[in-house]
């Protein structure tokens, strides 16, 4: 269980100082990060299609599907070169989803806090609620406003680094605390 909880946090505290620091660079240099994101999405899926047509062409037996598939994931790679705004429309639902399922994971670690006997459990719970609606709002909010969205998106990453931050310290002081009274042995003493 302590090894389970500890692997828990280290992931978590990973996402949560990748959350804030995403999040403060898509908040100061929204127009510049999102345009550098979908650039750099291009070229990687031309690069793939490419290589899918190398490898089709210099092998001797020849798959089809590689053919068709490098095709595809290189006309998509130079799409999306050329038209980067289609991604940037799609990238606040994608966030949104993602925030939205942190929302599902704090609520669970703000169930074990509350099972733990955490008396920050409710905080817990209050953060988690609000990443769920701040990920269903980019959700919904998506395709009205690119810029505004990726503004509340950048705020809605620091929130939820630090959110996640703070549940999962509230989670892991209850387990530690769980731990502590199991552990915890009844003696009688003696009077000398």
């Known amino acids: 269980m302590k090894e389970i909880l500890r692997k828990i946090k280290a992931d978590v505290i990973l996402s949560a100082?990748?959350?804030?620091?995403?999040?403060?660079?898509?908040?100061l240099y929204t127009e510049q990060a999102t345009s550098l994101f979908c650039k750099l999405l291009a070229v990687v899926l031309i690069i793939m299609g490419a290589a899918h047509l190398i490898t089709y062409f210099t092998d001797r037996v020849g798959n089809n599907l590689r053919l068709i598939g490098g095709i595809i994931v290189l006309l998509l790679g130079l799409w999306i070169f050329i038209n980067p705004r289609i991604i940037i429309n799609l990238i606040p639902a994608v966030i949104g989803a993602i925030l939205f399922l942190h929302g599902v994971e704090d609520l669970r670690l703000a169930m074990e806090a509350k099972n733990g006997s955490s008396s920050g459990?409710?905080?817990?719970?209050?953060?988690?609620?609000v990443n769920l609606v701040i990920g269903v709002l980019l959700i919904v909010k998506a395709f009205e406003a690119a810029?505004?969205?990726?503004?509340?998106?950048?705020?809605?990453?620091?929130?939820?680094?630090?959110s996640d931050l703070w549940i999962v310290s509230r989670a892991a002081k209850a387990a530690k605390d769980a731990e502590q009274e199991i552990n915890a042995i009844d003696t009688e003493g003696k009077e000398v």
């Open 147 to 162: 810029q505004i969205a990726f503004k509340l998106i950048g705020i809605a990453l620091v929130y939820d680094g630090i």
């Open 121 to 129: 459990w409710i905080s817990c719970l209050v953060l988690a609620i």
């Open 17 to 27: 100082v990748l959350c804030i620091v995403l999040g403060i660079i898509l908040f």
